[in-house]
């Protein structure tokens, strides 16, 4: 018996390593058409496209079939035609382009990567691409100091050398939540199958089916990554750095659009009183009741939403279905909108979920299900929209979003898209089963947040947005992405920075996150603490379930509410810097929040850092993540850095530690910074910006390019926008700043400038000219209000400078 056994193991083990089907080897003569070349092998053919010098494409087939387009990951499959040379060597090809050499060897096919000085940048393994039954996959070599970053919306690492991960839209299963919905291990919201690698390159698997990636936690010389099903499909970009990479990955998936400006402020969430348990207490008139708070304590918001106790649960899908039916406490839905635009809220949304429903009056589900508008479940009408179909997209839109969009709706929070094809998370439905809702089950929550932000965007005439919770590839075209329904625990809290970071160092720069958690009551200085970092994130939100509290800044102490306007009015002073980092975003994929890594590749000591990070190109945010500390450690990269609020200096590449007061944010600005802001705002628009400040850390010489546009229209898309150049010199001699009167096609309104110069020199300035011309010495600062001048702060050693001049010249201000 015990023979027998291990025989049958011996054929359990060889039959599985039989399953393993390599691509094989090169068989004779290839096809070039363009910029692809398609190569015949003993097990399939294999067709490699350059899409630029830096960036090629690799398909794999074992039936000699490809997959069609798609587009909701990728939107650019034309490319400029690519000048590349092919020599035929006798065990491999040689392929070049300006940028890359790409060898390809015949026996076993496989591939190795060169920059032009002949440095190796990626290295197949031996029989590298392999299927095993539906399973498709490649193993490459793991270079000795070689690490990844990437991956979506992680929350348990940075780095992932030596580590697995798996690809999956979707979180943790299981009670209690502690071990399912809350593990950050599990944590999946926004999956993205794409890395960049110290050594200078990145990879973009383009394949919806759940993914699996070692990186080097099996075997310490190798990587691989592999799909469940699908073609094997990636592109290799080749940086060297992490920004061009990120330019290379979203110039195939797309780039994030901007945002209207006002979307900078804040975005406050409501559930109008009641949340689940306690829907009886919902009402209209809470929601305008809140709106009017808001703007009686002076704290600057902008957008509101009202989540899923606005409307009627259903009778088949309960709270994970929409009926579009207003629940009855709902007494005058069109008042209650037309109240709030009339207190200078720019936008009001409202929750829902992806499954139809029917309730009391609306029957919305049996409508689509006779119109087969719903995706089929086990063969018969389903309950989701079918996102997939243009029609059921717009019966989805006309019957039932118009509902809510003609009373006063602009945007939707499209929540629970991982739902398709998995175990929703208020109920036991799986909706959508079989090989094609694996399929789509990555894909649906692009296709769910593409439809109402782009319907969205023609019905209300300017830039799109939407809220989503999931995502996948492509999710940055149609922003912003929340992170999840984390509890208000202090736990929590560090892992969603990295959530953010790590999102950031996937394509996707529009993020949010609840300030103080989601779930459960808020402590006080875990609120704090929470709302100084979702002050400097991407999109700033606040919103909670915890009944009575919801998260309203008043509810949670005197500290708490002084913490929180604090840093919302300083956050509406940055519109200027955040709106030119939003651009940057646009134009180059690069996020507004920034892992360290990202801009310090060759520096080991960042790849952990996990709770510091870039906001734009100037800003230093370290957040306080640990209950009862009035100090944190940093760490500075190269270069010198001076603390925002303080005006101390520091070397970089070196650690420190800061007093960290809870009031105070550790906050750091990058020598020779220049930070525009605008005047301070109850909401966006409430003046006009006639004086912006320029907040200006001399040293040496530095440079910003301040960008300006309509603020709401699509119009920077085709170029009408104007840049700003600011320069600043620092020498022995005196400091010189020089502010250009806008380039462009915007027509930039009418403003002078305050420069706020934190000044570093041993001897108070003497004399200031602007021009040419000797400005007047004023006795206060408040003085420069009505005309031009400068005033010397000597306690504080900051110099203002007022200007007489307007951007519609330029100006040229010397101080001696």
């Known amino acids: 018996m015990k023979k027998l056994l291990v025989f049958a193991l011996s054929l359990i083990f060889v039959l599985s390593f039989a399953q393993a089907q390599s691509i094989g080897d090169y068989k004779s003569g290839f096809k070039k058409a363009g910029n692809v070349i398609s190569f015949s092998t003993t097990k399939g053919e294999v067709k490699l496209e350059f899409c630029t010098p830096e960036i090629f494409r690799i398909r794999t087939s074992w039936n000699g079939k490809f997959e069609a387009d798609e587009n909701l990951m990728v939107i650019q499959y034309k490319w400029d035609d690519v000048n590349f040379k092919v020599s035929d060597k006798q065990d491999h090809f040689l392929l070049t382009t300006a940028k890359l050499t790409v060898k390809l060897y015949k026996s076993p096919f496989r591939l190795d990567v060169y920059d032009t000085k002949g440095k190796l940048l990626c290295s197949d393994a031996n029989s590298a691409i392999t299927k095993v039954d539906t399973r498709v996959g490649v193993t490459k070599k793991l270079q000795a100091d070689e690490h990844f970053f990437g991956f979506g919306e992680r929350m348990d690492f940075m780095d992932r050398r030596f580590k697995k991960v798996t690809l999956n839209v979707g979180r943790g299963k299981g009670l209690p939540h502690a071990i399912g919905a809350y593990n950050i291990l599990e944590a999946n919201y926004c999956p993205v199958p794409f890395f960049m690698s110290t050594k200078g390159y990145g990879i973009f698997l383009h394949n919806s089916f759940a993914t699996e990636w070692d990186m080097g936690a099996s075997k310490k010389d190798q990587y691989s990554f592999k799909a469940a099903d699908g073609e094997l499909d990636y592109y290799f970009m080749y940086g060297p750095t992490f920004p061009a990479i990120l330019d290379h990955y979203t110039s195939i998936t797309g780039k994030s659009p901007m945002l209207p400006q006002f979307a900078l402020g804040l975005h406050a969430g409501t559930y109008s009183g009641g949340t689940w ?4 207490q919902t009402s209209d008139h809470y929601v305008v009741e809140l709106a009017k708070k808001y703007r009686s304590l002076g704290i600057p918001v902008d957008l509101l939403w009202l989540d899923s106790t606005w409307r009627l649960f259903g009778e088949n899908g309960g709270k994970g279905a929409t009926s579009f039916e207003w629940r009855e406490t709902f007494k005058d839905p069109k008042s209650m909108f037309d109240s709030i635009y009339a207190m200078n809220y720019k936008m009001v949304g409202l929750h829902l979920r992806p499954r139809f429903d029917n309730a009391k009056k609306l029957n919305l589900l049996d409508q689509a299900r006779e119109k087969g508008y719903t995706y089929p479940e086990n063969g018969k009408p389903g309950e989701f929209v079918n996102f997939f179909d243009e029609k059921a997209t717009k019966w989805w839109w006309d019957n039932g979003v118009m509902r809510v969009a003609k009373l006063g709706a602009k945007f939707l929070k499209t929540d629970e898209g991982s739902a398709f094809g998995a175990l929703a998370n208020e109920s036991e439905k799986v909706g959508p089963t079989g090989k094609d809702a694996e399929r789509l089950h990555n894909l649906f929550p692009v296709a769910y947040a593409k439809a109402p932000f782009l319907e969205f965007e023609k019905f209300n005439g300017f830039r799109g947005l939407n809220q989503t919770r999931e995502g996948y590839s492509g999710i940055q075209r149609y922003p912003y992405i929340f992170a999840g329904d984390w509890p208000s625990e202090w736990q929590y ?4 920075i990295k959530a953010g970071l790590n999102v950031g160092l996937s394509g996707v720069g529009s993020w949010a996150h609840c300030m103080g958690g989601f779930e459960h009551q808020a402590d006080p200085e875990l609120y704090i603490r929470w709302v100084q970092f979702g002050m400097f994130s991407p999109i700033a939100l606040v919103f909670g379930m915890d009944h009575p509290g919801y998260k309203e800044p008043w509810k949670y102490g005197e500290d708490a509410l002084r913490n929180f306007k604090k840093y919302d009015l300083l956050r509406y002073r940055l519109f200027p810097y955040l709106y030119t980092s939003m651009h940057q975003q646009y134009q180059t994929g690069l996020p507004m929040m920034r892992a360290l890594v990202l ?18 190109d100037n800003l230093m945010v370290a957040p306080v993540t640990t209950k009862g500390a009035i100090t944190r450690s940093v760490y500075l990269p190269e270069g010198t850095w001076f603390n925002y609020w303080t005006g101390e ?15 105070t944010i550790p906050l750091f600005v990058k020598a020779g910074s220049i930070i525009p802001m605008q005047p301070e705002m109850a909401y966006s628009g409430e003046k006009p910006v006639d004086v912006i400040t320029l907040d200006i850390f001399p040293y040496g010489e530095s440079k910003y390019n301040l960008y300006e546009d309509d603020n709401l229209s699509s119009a920077y898309k085709k170029g009408n926008f104007a840049l700003t150049t600011i320069t600043a010199s620092l020498k022995s001699t005196g400091f010189t700043l020089q502010v250009n009167k806008p380039a462009g096609n915007f027509k930039a309104t009418s403003h002078k400038y305050l420069a706020k110069i934190h000044w570093t020199g041993k001897t108070a300035p003497k004399t200031v000219t602007e ?12 003085a420069l209000d009505k005309t031009g001048g400068w005033f010397y702060d000597a306690k504080n050693k900051i110099l203002w400078v007022k200007s007489v001049g307007d951007n519609s010249t330029d100006l040229n201000i010397v101080v001696n």
């Not at 348990?277 to 009886?280: D, I, N, S, V």
């Not at 801009?599 to 734009?616: A, K, R, S, T």
Request: charged letters at 20%; proline letters at 6%; glycine letters at 10%.
């Open 277 to 280: 348990g306690y829907e009886a």
């Open 771 to 782: 021009n040419g011309t000797a400005l007047k010495t004023e006795k206060t600062p408040s």
């Open 493 to 496: 809290f560090a892992p969603v």
């Open 599 to 616: 801009n310090y590749q060759d520096d080991e000591n960042v790849y952990e850092i996990g709770d510091q990070y870039l906001f734009g």
């Open 649 to 663: 200096q520091y070397n970089g590449k070196s650690y420190h530690h800061v007093v960290a007061p809870l009031d």
